[in-house]
């Protein structure tokens, strides 16, 4: 084989946003090009991945493309930061496809990326949180950069969305996140001005995506070069009444950016389709025409030649430890705000996102044995809490199939997830229906199955701990349907039963 010549991409890592009083840094060892910003305000690093460059220019381009990834650290979704990097909406989203409804397994930095570079959900590898012994950490990569003049007092006028949980009347969640007391004036300033620095940083990344892609297109490489862009967890700022920070099941923590420009990729368009981190390790050997046994997620299908779109409805969920805030307002580590029971912020939870053609929901449950579970469909900020509301819970239904109904499937689709290896990960529903007549929350809902989840073992933990011990996550194996209903070919799809018409 011959030598590759060296690609100069004129990357920049210079931007940089430390608007808070200390940081705890998440470190990775990098698998390939680490660009490193100091702070834990997005902090990037670029993989690339199967350069090929030809040895000559006289040669054609190969078959076999380029792969450029691009991760940034806790870009959120919810609160516009796409929308306010103009070189990537000229270069990845005019070109190509976005996901909408793609997650993170685990909302905390080194654990997200360790679960994106290794397709294994965290209970697999047990790197679960950014400190020993849940991860062992490198030094620093770099100084602490200088924060670059030019960006400084950009988006002067930006004001985080005030959406409905935006600091609530009401407070939301459970555990530590309900017994958050409401922002005040000046908290809320500062948050927005923490929001602005956390755009002004995403302007380097801005840039150094419109310089990869002008080199690429002088060197003839573009078309045959797959783009990703993603990052390894949401953000939350003053949603939920909580300072800037992750860690949490909600939306603005997990749904996250993914964007794809590539051949054969659609130009501006968006794919609904249900995917998650784990699935990224599988789509970069499936791009490189590799496999690999053993993956907890499947290839993520960008076009027609990728072979038939997986139509999966769930993402998986969990986290180990304590909930961390960020920021010169944060009421944990300035020793401000503890729980009456002592339980200092406890944040260990196993959950379940899942989007169907007429439903859209989040389920989990807390290690202190609460639960949550919203309708996203109706409540897209999640601060009504079915678990917590008899009320609301009772006039919730799913093709006609009461609240009680859907958690008990529900409870049993995580029974098989949260410890899930392998396959059991990307079909769970097969783990419980062998046979392969269930594939989904509404093939569950049938009634017929009504007495087998009722009698399922319950999601539940014994102990709240800082990291995955199996011993404290209470039942770890689901029963199996061994039925079948005589009458499963000749009822009609709705069930046949009186219950869909109420």
């Not at 060197?219 to 949603?239: A, K, M, R, W």
């Not at 580590?333 to 929901?361: A, M, W």
């Not at 009722?454 to 039942?475: M, N």
Request: net charge negative.
């Amino acid at each position: 084989m011959g030598s590759f010549p060296q690609l100069d991409l004129g990357i920049s890592w210079e931007a940089n946003c430390h608007y808070q009083h200390g940081s705890r840094e998440c470190c990775t060892k990098p698998e390939a090009n680490i660009l490193k910003m100091g702070g834990s305000v997005l902090t990037k690093y670029l993989v690339t991945l199967g350069l090929a460059l030809s040895a000559t220019a006289t040669k054609p381009v190969p078959k076999q493309p380029n792969i450029v990834f691009v991760i940034t650290d806790d870009q959120d979704l919810h609160m516009d930061t796409l929308e306010h990097m103009p070189y990537l909406q000229k270069h990845l989203v005019k070109e190509g496809t976005s996901f909408s409804n793609h997650f993170c397994t685990i909302a905390l930095c080194c654990p997200s990326r360790v679960n994106l570079l290794t397709g294994k959900a965290p209970h697999n590898t047990n790197v679960t949180d950014v400190a020993p012994p849940w991860v062992k950490p490198p030094p620093l990569w770099f100084d602490k950069p200088e924060y670059p003049a030019r960006h400084a007092h950009l988006f002067k006028d930006y004001k985080i969305p005030r959406t409905s949980n935006f600091n609530p009347k009401d407070p939301s969640g459970v555990g530590w996140v309900a017994s958050m007391p409401r922002l005040n004036q000046t908290q809320i300033e500062y948050h927005d001005e923490y929001q602005r620095c956390r755009l002004r940083a995403l302007q380097s990344v801005d840039e150094m995506i419109d310089s990869m892609v002008e080199k690429l297109a002088e060197n003839d490489l573009l078309d045959n070069t797959y783009f990703i862009y993603t990052t390894d967890n949401g953000f939350h700022i003053s949603q939920h009444r909580l300072p800037p920070g992750k860690t949490c099941g909600f939306d603005t923590d997990i749904r996250i950016p993914m964007i794809v420009r590539g051949p054969g990729v659609a130009k501006g368009a968006t794919n609904d389709d249900v995917s998650s981190h784990t699935d990224m390790a599988p789509t970069f050997l499936a791009l490189a025409g590799q496999e690999r046994e053993g993956l907890d997620g499947v290839p993520i299908s960008f076009t027609k030649t990728h072979g038939k779109p997986r139509k999966t409805e769930h993402a998986a969920v969990e986290f180990w430890g304590v909930g961390r805030t960020e920021g010169i307002y944060d009421p944990f580590y300035q020793n401000e705000f503890k729980l009456p029971d002592g339980n200092y912020g406890n944040n260990t939870y196993k959950g379940i996102r899942l989007v169907g053609n007429d439903y859209s929901l989040y389920y989990s449950v807390w290690c202190s044995n609460e639960k949550e579970y919203y309708d996203v469909s109706t409540d897209p900020g999640q601060i009504k809490n079915l678990a917590a509301d008899p009320v609301l819970a009772s006039k919730h239904k799913i093709r006609g199939r009461p609240y009680e109904q859907i958690v008990n499937r529900l409870d049993a689709l995580m029974m098989v997830i949260k410890s899930c290896k392998g396959n059991e990960c990307v079909e769970p529903w097969k783990s419980l229906h062998p046979e392969g007549n269930v594939s989904s929350l509404k093939d569950a809902l049938h009634h017929r199955y009504d007495d087998f989840y009722e009698k399922q073992p319950k999601v539940s933990f014994s102990s709240c701990e800082l990291g995955y011990i199996k011993e404290a996550e209470g039942p770890q194996v689901a029963n199996v349907y061994k039925g079948r209903h005589p009458h499963d070919k000749r009822e009609p799809e709705y069930g046949g039963h009186w219950s869909y018409w109420v």
